[in-house]
């Protein structure tokens, strides 16, 4: 039979992954004759969660076992998840297990898990009700993303990431990969790996910069190639595993369109509207401007990590036409969204009143004194009737899509990059 195993909350802020803890387990649970009917799934969920530790990550482990064999695989998984989560500093560990006829009932619950808050007790009551089996330790909030990765829905994991481990003595140590070689990866495979090098600081983007067990991981849009760029790469340490995960990162799936008027804390949005005065900047580079899309008006933050999207959003005016994706957060003067994408739609046409050009040789006149209308320095020409024309500015920025910087963009969030790859692959 088909189960799908859930595994959430193992790490915390001092060390361990869940990702590291399943792929122990999937392993586990193939020496008590499980196989993997899938590769193991990274399930992000509501990334403006307080309660998360890093990217808040879950993952499930989609198993075909035999009916018999069940029990002997859940102890297995059971017995790493004790052995290898950090319940003595904090983690909350839980993990459920599903038939696969009953993975139905978890979907919706899987998209309010990525898009909004939920509660441990919305999860406890699925888990009772349609769960082969589950556990939980401590508060138990890791039953919440347990249920949520179980009940994933397949067309929103449609990327991948392979994941390889470092070697136990080497945990808490500085990692290093070669840049160049990163570079060169890049270059090699083009569009099918992704987020490898922050161009714009110069930055290695595969390692993370916490004591866990993760040597790098490397992102793409199909399995086969991510395990040929790794071997592309050169390493400072030998890995002691590796292992592909299908996920829903890059996907934008934790985005709702909303109306400004339905905006609540913690949600990540899509809102189309017209900006309202001008951007302001404040201390540090932060960019700030109003929205407005007729059921009320949000204030967009575009922090200073966010590097030059910044640029763009303080050439905005009053008036222009542009969507905004990003999280909602509660802030003393009223709901703010903190910007991750932009979508500039339509600008509006800015005009500058100027002196008139010269009807004789063309060259811009200059004043000829105050209400006396204009003279021409080059040939001499005067109009004393001559007046300011407006002149169409020339806003230096265009319609279209614009996106933060690599190191602010969010797991969940799609690169623009990706964007465009995908939609040449459609053959749109
Ligand atoms: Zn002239």
Not at 166 to 179: C, H, I, L, S, T
Not at 366 to 380: D, L, W
Request: aromatic share 8%.
């Amino acid at each position: 039979m088909l189960v799908y195993i859930g595994i959430d909350d193992t790490d915390s802020p001092k060390g361990m992954c869940t990702t590291y803890v399943a792929a122990r387990a999937l392993r586990a649970a193939e020496g008590e004759g499980a196989r993997a009917a899938d590769h193991p799934w990274l399930v992000r969920l509501n990334p403006n969660c307080p309660y998360k530790t890093r990217g808040n990550a879950a993952v499930c482990l989609p198993l075909e076992v035999e009916r018999s064999g069940f029990d002997r695989v859940w102890e297995a998984v059971l017995g790493v998840v004790r052995e290898l989560a950090e319940l003595e500093n904090g983690a909350d560990p839980g993990v459920a297990a599903f038939p696969e006829e009953n993975r139905g009932h978890l979907e919706r619950f899987y998209f309010r898990a990525v898009r909004e808050m939920v509660e441990v007790e919305e999860a406890l009551e699925l888990a009772e009700r349609y769960a082969l089996a589950f556990w939980r330790h401590g508060e138990g909030r890791g039953i919440v993303g347990a249920v949520a990765a179980a009940g994933a829905s397949v067309g929103t994991l449609t990327t991948y990431e392979l994941l390889a481990y470092r070697r136990r003595e080497m945990w808490g140590r500085e990692r290093w990969v070669d840049p160049e070689s990163v570079v060169r990866m890049d270059a090699l495979f083009g569009d099918r790996t992704f987020d490898n090098f922050d161009y714009e600081n110069g930055e290695v983007r595969l390692t993370p910069h916490t004591p866990c067990p993760v040597l790098l991981g490397i992102r793409g849009t199909s399995p086969e190639v991510l395990p040929e760029a790794l071997s592309v790469l050169r390493l400072g340490e030998p890995y002691e595993f590796y292992q592909v995960f299908r996920t829903n990162q890059a996907t934008d799936v934790h985005y709702q369109r909303l109306s400004v008027k339905d905006l609540r804390p913690l949600v990540s949005a899509i809102v189309t509207g017209r900006v309202v005065g001008r951007p302001r900047i404040g201390p540090g580079g932060h960019v700030f401007f109003e929205l407005d899309d007729g059921t009320g008006s949000v204030t967009v933050a575009v922090y200073e990590p966010t590097g030059r999207i910044r640029e763009i959003a303080f050439r905005l005016v009053e008036g222009d036409l542009v969507e905004v994706y990003g999280a909602v957060k509660a802030k003393p003067q009223g709901l703010t969204l903190n910007l991750e994408k932009l979508r500039v739609i339509e600008l509006r046409q800015v005009y500058a009143a100027r002196a008139p050009a010269c009807p004789v040789c063309g060259k811009t006149m200059e004043s000829a004194g105050r209400g006396q209308g204009y003279r021409c320095g080059r040939c001499g020409h005067r109009d004393p009737r001559a007046q300011k024309v407006l002149v169409a500015v020339d806003r230096g920025i265009r319609p279209g899509l614009y996106e933060v910087a690599v190191s602010a963009r969010r797991h969940l969030v799609r690169p623009l990059r990706l964007e465009a790859a995908l939609r040449a692959s459609a053959g749109t």
